[in-house]
T-cell receptor, first 115, second 113 residues
C-alpha cells in the first residue's frame, strides 16, 4: 500500500510569510506525528495527534506553529510569520496505534527554505 | 548530557565486515527503541526495533538492548556498500502520555568496497 505522503516536497518562501505543509498518513493509521530535521541533526519532535486531537504539542517551538487534523486523516502544519530559522526539512510520520510498541513510518518530508 | 548520544562518525568499515553502531540514552522510562537508516537527502527508514533486553536478529541486522545500562546497539553483518548511510537511534519517550521518538544525531557509516 501507499506510504506516508507529504506535499509540497519543496517550499521556498520569504521571511514573514505564512506557509502550510500537508501530510497524508498511511491509510488506517490513527496516530500522526510531525518532526523537523535541521542539517546534521536527528529529527526533532513537534506535535502528535491521536485521531483528530493533538495529544502532545510540547515540541512546537512557539505560537507561530500550529497543526490540525480535522478528520483524523490528513494533517496540515501551519507556520505564521516565517523566520529564517524555520528553514528545515519537516517530516511527517504515522503509526497504526499509539503506545510503546507501534512503529512510526516517515514520509519523504517537505524541505522549507525561508529567504 | 544529551538525551541520546551516538558517535557521529564517520565510521568506515570494509565490505563484508561487521559494523557496530552504539547509542546511549538518558530516559530510564523508555521501553522501546528504534533504529532508522537515512540516506543522504532522504527521510528516515525503519530497519529494526527492540523492546526486550538482549539480542534481536533480523537478517544481517542485530539489535542489542541493555536497559540497566541505558545502552542500545546495532550490528550489521556482511556490510555492503549499499549500507552506507546515517543510522539514527530513536528511543520512544517513556513519559506517561508521550508517544514521540527522540533521536540522536546519527552515526554516519561508510562501507568501503
Amino acid at each position: 500500500g501507499a506510504g506516508v505522503s507529504q506535499t509540497p516536497s519543496n517550499k521556498v518562501t520569504e521571511k514573514g510569510k505564512y506557509v502550510e505543509l500537508r501530510c497524508d498518513p498511511i491509510s488506517g493509521h490513527t496516530a500522526l506525528y510531525w518532526y523537523r530535521q535541521s542539517l546534521g541533526q536527528g529529527p526533532e519532535f513537534l506535535i502528535y495527534f491521536q485521531g483528530t486531537g493533538a495529544a502532545d504539542d510540547s515540541g512546537l517551538p512557539n505560537d507561530r506553529f500550529f497543526a490540525v487534523r480535522p478528520e483524523g486523516s490528513v494533517s496540515t502544519l501551519k507556520i505564521q510569520r516565517t523566520e529564517r530559522g524555520d528553514s528545515a526539512v519537516y517530516l511527517c510520520a504515522s503509526s497504526q496505534g499509539y503506545g510503546d510498541y507501534n512503529e512510526q513510518f516517515f514520509g519523504p518530508g517537505t524541505r522549507l527554505t525561508v529567504l | 548530557q544529551k538525551e541520546v548520544e551516538q558517535n557521529s562518525g564517520p565510521l568506515s568499515v570494509p565490505e563484508g565486515a561487521i559494523a557496530s553502531l552504539n547509542c546511549t540514552y538518558s530516559d530510564r522510562g523508555s521501553q522501546s527503541f528504534f533504529w532508522y537508516r537515512q540516506y543522504s537527502g532522504k527521510s528516515p527508514e525503519l530497519i529494526m526495533f527492540i523492546y526486550s533486553n538482549g539480542d534481536k536478529e533480523d537478517g544481517r541486522f542485530t539489535a542489542q538492548l541493555n536497559k540497566a545500562s541505558q545502552y542500545v546497539s546495532l550490528l550489521i553483518r556482511d556490510s555492503q556498500p549499499s549500507d552506507s548511510a546515517t543510522y539514527l537511534c530513536a528511543p520512544k519517550r517513556g513519559q506517561t502520555g508521550a508517544n514521540n521518538l527522540f533521536f540522536g544525531t546519527g552515526t554516519r557509516l561508510t562501507v568501503i568496497p
